[in-house]
């Protein structure tokens, strides 16, 4: 009788148990129905609960991104010599240039192939498995040599985290699911990941990047213009840039400055208004020049540039704030500058930084296209020489 009343016991509370197991997936079912990216579920044989293996679109997203960017860079590098911005995430300048591209091509189709459709067969599956594993320990390697690089003192930075380390973290996703076999029935989910990573990456090159000080000896400073108020007030921006440059100026680090902006509000040219501030702070007025036709970031590079000649000036340190740094950085490393950037140093959080950044994100996907829609090529039409970025991105460099 003890046996049977156990029994029946026990058949009570394992029949108690499955409504709620029910209940839980009537819960649950109907997001997984409405999204079924999402959340696939399956029923078990023995009636248990749901599992969840739909969370593969997001690596899926950003193989896609990263591919398809990696594949971008080299292929108009044919159309526009020094298009290929692939140090933005990745640096592999010890090695030659040919290997290099033959190196990223292969990694670039992996990855491309894997966010279109997954590998199924083994052969492809332990061909991207090879190759995110490789792109991984170069990544690796990239956030190495930027914390020896702080170490060292050799760069300073407000945001101690490389890209790199973000590159890394990213590629250990995808190989998680390349080597787990996970997969998402449908492309639109992962597109959306690899157009949220078209935003997010300026604003990672922006923290990363943009936040970390390059100052070293240099033979002319650029000071990039921004608002001058009518009386001739510089803004704060303004000013954050200009005192900026004098300490440099002050410290030995930079022989000359350049002020490069456009009108003001009123009579007061906003370089004028640099020059003054720049007077008060203990500047030499033969070491102040002006370029009142830097109307934009891409005049204000090609009017310094003209003035680097003939001030035979090699090295140079560009100022202004840390989400205007990437785009200046490209625009003159594709006229095969290799200038270094320093953050202007804020006196409190500008009020229109959400949007500033947010017009940047634009901005830096503008500058970046540009040679492709123009058609433009360098004078000899040949590959420019191979620059080095600094870290704080994938870059890496003493």
């Not at 156990?6 to 394992?14: F, K, R």
């Not at 190759?131 to 945001?159: D, K, P, S």
């Not at 000359?256 to 003001?264: H, T």
Request: aromatic share 12%; with cysteine.
């Amino acid at each position: 009788m003890k046996l049977q009343a156990s029994t029946s016991n026990l058949q009570g509370n394992s029949k108690s148990q499955i409504p709620n197991l029910r209940s839980n997936e009537d819960v649950l079912r109907p997001w997984c129905l409405k999204f079924p990216w999402f959340c696939r579920a399956t029923a078990r044989s023995d009636g248990g609960s749901l599992r969840f293996e739909g969370w593969s679109f997001i690596p899926r997203g950003v193989a896609l991104f990263l591919g398809g960017f990696s594949l971008l860079n080299l292929l108009g590098h044919f159309r526009f010599a020094r298009f290929d911005a692939n140090l933005w995430w990745i640096d592999l300048h010890w090695f030659a240039q040919r290997p290099a591209n033959i190196f990223l091509l292969v990694c670039s189709f992996c990855l491309f192939a894997f966010g279109v459709h997954p590998p199924r067969s083994a052969w492809r599956r332990w061909l991207t498995v090879g190759a995110v594993a490789a792109l991984g320990i170069v990544a690796l390697v990239n956030t190495a040599q930027l914390y020896f690089l702080l170490a060292r003192g050799a760069v300073a930075t407000g945001i101690p985290i490389p890209l790199s380390l973000f590159i890394c973290a990213a590629l250990l996703l995808i190989l998680i699911a390349t080597l787990r076999n996970a997969t998402s029935g449908r492309l639109r989910p992962a597109l959306a990941v690899c157009f949220a990573c078209v935003a997010l990456f300026p604003l990672a090159q922006m923290f990363c990047f943009g936040k970390t000080d390059y100052r070293r000896p240099a033979d002319v400073a650029v000071v990039l213009g921004a608002r001058a108020y009518a009386d001739g007030r510089p803004s704060q921006a303004l000013a954050d840039r200009v005192r900026t440059a004098c300490r440099l100026y002050r410290d030995g680090l930079a022989r000359k400055l350049i002020f490069s902006g456009g009108p003001g509000d009123g009579a007061v040219h906003e370089t004028e208004a640099m020059r003054q501030m720049a007077l008060r702070l203990g500047v030499n007025e033969n070491d102040i020049i002006l370029d009142k036709e830097g109307v934009n970031t891409q005049a204000t590079v090609k009017n310094t540039e003209a003035l680097f000649s003939q001030l035979h000036a090699s090295r140079i340190l560009v100022v202004s704030h840390f989400y205007h740094l990437p785009r200046i950085k490209m625009a003159y490393q594709r006229d095969g500058w290799n200038v270094y950037t320093v953050p202007a140093k804020e006196s409190y959080l500008l009020g229109q930084l959400p949007y500033n950044m947010a017009r940047e994100v634009a901005a830096l996907w503008v500058y970046y296209l540009r040679p492709l829609a123009a058609g433009a090529h360098d004078d000899q039409g040949l590959p420019g020489p191979r620059l080095k970025l600094e870290p704080g991105g994938a870059q890496t460099e003493g």
